[in-house]
């Protein structure tokens, strides 16, 4: 009999808001069965061909029951129905023909998987669409000759191996989950799985809404489980009947649809360089189908295939490869910054097509499926017996578990052959009693009456699902099971960070408010309480770390409807809330992506409300199993490593902190969430098993690692005066990575001779030019540290700081410092570069020595032997980094969040640069002409022995230029006081005049730096005061708005203090001119 192969479809969605909000770009094209995607950094296209490639991305319409429909007849978008129609009927067809059939979903978080599934709203899915026609066409088929029809239900879930029941509400998880089990077939399936049988389509609605209930409440502990755990709907389909012989014949089909976990879990977690490999179950059932479609694909029948290593593949055997006719969904996303992730789905669609499947009609007649389950028991009592009686060898523990396994199946077999003989109606009957003792369901007569509040989840399939009461007088909230049982609460909830009683619920006739027990946690529209507050229609609830909820009024106040107010605020929605109450606020549509098609500074702001309550949970974690480390995130500004103070990149990391020890650790936001997942799975062993986290080994602890030295904060040394051989002596700030200060720190670069002796500021020269093509030295010395906050903090810790110059691989540091505040640091480094190039004086122009400074703490591990620099630095080697930009720092500076209202001031600052750069180089035509006038004076001396009688000075070597000490001795004299003397004399006066006007000037620009170096790597302060109901929105303009003005308020200041240095460097150069001007003048001089 030839195979079948797999079915493939894809379906692209519509953007959702954030990618709206971060000006996404579609990078999925569609033209009838092919489906193309263009790489958006280099524009190459790859094209695939699927058995359907559905467009769902635009050309649509909602209506006003929120249906999408094709907006016009020539559109090509492919909505819910047509979906059904094409994929949906099949299965249906299949399943009367008595095929079994599978449908699974697949593709990354938030694809749209559950939408095609299942759906949302009036968007009904293929689900319940196939749900609801099943039933049509049963009440309409021709039940003349005693046909009966049966059908069943069933609903699991996979999460990390384990299989939960969806249909049972027990809250207590069966630990392990639910045996599967092979049947004589060598077929997989779960014999304690609840098989409800159903008479309609509304007993299949209530179901489904009661597994997604079940579900919901599971993933309360922890948010977005479900993007982890795959759920598989199994509908089994009975048909029995009397053939053309008139015997009882039986016609079975399973229908399987499964919604798999997001597939971006599918990738090895080894990229994260974290100590520990992420050794989660989580991964591996997603991992196992990759396998198994892959060896399919492959077509080799001497492989074998690995279906046993994982629950899901075996559950999923017989769709894939097997007796089963299937159909996969891929779905994707259309957006830019998924391109990776949405390839590797079509990928994964395109093996998946090759599979090939050898469907059979199962048909026997009804007899013989209970005389072979009768001969199936006999033979099973048999083994048992020979087991029993010591009959075959092996360990004691494994007879046990053999036997044990045997007394399973009989038992199940029993239950089969008893049910089969049992009347439809009455299994029908024994449902619906063992239902509604189960579950009883909130009446209408509730939702038109009470106030209620609706949860609101990660995953928006999961939202709105959950409603909780709210009646008059005061309703309890606190945590569900908890122990005191005076106080049971009215509203139980399992989230994490939940106290026994945690808040309480006033409700009068007309109001409603939230009061909290203190110091627990409630946040109304993202803003802690901390007393009793009114609680509007509309507003977010948050209590402990990630129980989210929406507030629905008295039914007078719901002016939206439920639906419109869940779409609206949903769990995005709520984040970004929250993070603006912390400061952190960004408006995404302000933002244009740059030119390389990164999103910049938008991807950091996704990160953060990402991380954020992934944080919140693990420090609940932490809490609860008394780990004492706690977990915090920051915007790690990579400015301020820059020595160019251009690097605009900024990410966000997370800040771990033992608390008892002091201990400080920097993760990134790959290697926490890699630590979450293990902290979770710690954490779900802890609920299980509350002992067997007692005594885990630091080797195996996520919430440990062995010390590191943590990156305080730098200090930037501009080397701008180094250019004019002036030595930089200063107290320089280090700021953190939010610019905030950690300390001085005292150093000073200089200009040094061969062998290292420091040169004074007299020995400065007026053109940098001077310095080309000849050896250059530099002396760095780290005198003290001040004002240490770190050690403050603990005096158990100690400093190191590192540096590095020009293009120096591994840089140099000092010795660990430890316990003082004020180390003296007594540090020097000579370095030399052998020959000073263009792109030195540019570095030297533009840059600054950035001085980093690490923390160490105690029980660190010395290790001396880091390999570091000679001190020589050869410019006719190219350069280890990148090249110094060549471009002025100050015009170039990108100011985060507001570039288009500093734009003004940013072109200020380039223009007074240009000017400097013009002072400069009126200053160098100026030396030229003293040059001149020296020459025209020695030959004056020459012809004229009346000229000047004081003897030159000797000239020094190797600098023509250099200002003497000779001349600085005329230091004091203003050029108005200076009398008229010989020229050459001028000629040293105005070299000496110039070199103190720029001498002034560098000291008056040092300050105007740092300022910007700060301004450059702080961060939008967080604002404490706001509104409580004010709308996020406009808070988030307000914001930027004042947070702008501050900024431009500062670069004014700037732009003046730097106008005002140069003003005053333009003077006393043009006073210097005009008394040369006056001196040079034959009737000027006396
Ligand atoms: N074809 C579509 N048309 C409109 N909206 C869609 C479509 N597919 C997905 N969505 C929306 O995208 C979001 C994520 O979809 P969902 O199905 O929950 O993703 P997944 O199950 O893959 O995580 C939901 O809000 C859903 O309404
Ligand atoms: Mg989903």
Redesign the pocket.
Known sequence: MPGENVKVAV????F?QREIDANSKCVIQMDGGSTTITNPHTGEKKTFTFDHS?W??DG?NERSDSM?VPENETSVY???QCVFNQLGRQVLDNAWEGYNSTLF?Y????????????G?GT?KGIVPIACGELFKAIDSADKSNGKQMQVTFSMLEIYNEHVRDLLTNNTKAIPGGLKVRQDRNQSFYVPDLKQLPCRDYKAIERLMEQGTINRTTASTNMNAT??RSHMVITIKFKQVFNNDRGESTTKTSEINLV?LA?SERAKSTGATGDRLREGSAINVSLLTLSSVIEALAEGNPKKTIPYRSSVLTKLLKSALGGNSKTVMIA?LSPADINYEETLSTLRYADRAKKIQNKAVINLSPTEKLIHDLKSENARLLQLLASHASGGSSGMTHDKDFITADLEHLIAQNEKQMKESTMSWEQKLEDAKRGWELEHVSASDKMFSKNPYFQNVNE???LSGVIKKFIYEGVTMVGKCNNIDTTKKPHIALRGLGIQDHHANIMCNKSNVYADPISPNEVFVNGVKISKKTALKHGDRIKMGSNSLFLFVGFPNERKKSDDELT?KY?YNFFQNELAASLGINYDLKSKQKDASGDLGIAEVYHDYLTLMPMVAEVNAISEELQKNVSFSLFVLNLASYDSSGLEKEKEVAVKVVQQITNQVWIWSKAKFTNRKYLIEELYNNFTENPESVNDIAHEDDPFWDPVEDVYLGCAHAWLHSLAYCMPLDDQIAILNHSGKEEGHLQVSVSPCTANGIVQSDEMMILDPNDLLNKRFDIMIQIQQCIGLKWIKQNSTRGIMIKFKLYDERYGHQTRALWHVVNPRVNFQQHITVDNVDDDFLTYLHSNAVVFEVWGLQGGRVDTPDTTLDDGMIRTNTPPHSSPPSTAASFSSAEFDAMEKELEGAKHEIKSLSDQKEELFQLCRILRKENTNLKTKVKEAKKNNKNGITRPSRPKSASKSEIISKEVQNEKDKTPSSRSSSAASQGNNNVQAELGRALKRYFGDIKPIQSQMQYLLSSEMPPEPARSKHGSVKGDSYDRLRSFADVRQKDIDQLSEGFNKALLTLKSSVAATVRARKTEMQPNGSS
């Open positions: 379906r692209v969605r519509p959702n559905y769902s991305h649509y999408l492919a909505d819910q979903a593709g990354q978080t938030g694809s749209g998987k559950s939408y095609s599934m299942l949302y968007n479900s993007s919604d997001g779905a995953d928006p399939q779409k949903d």
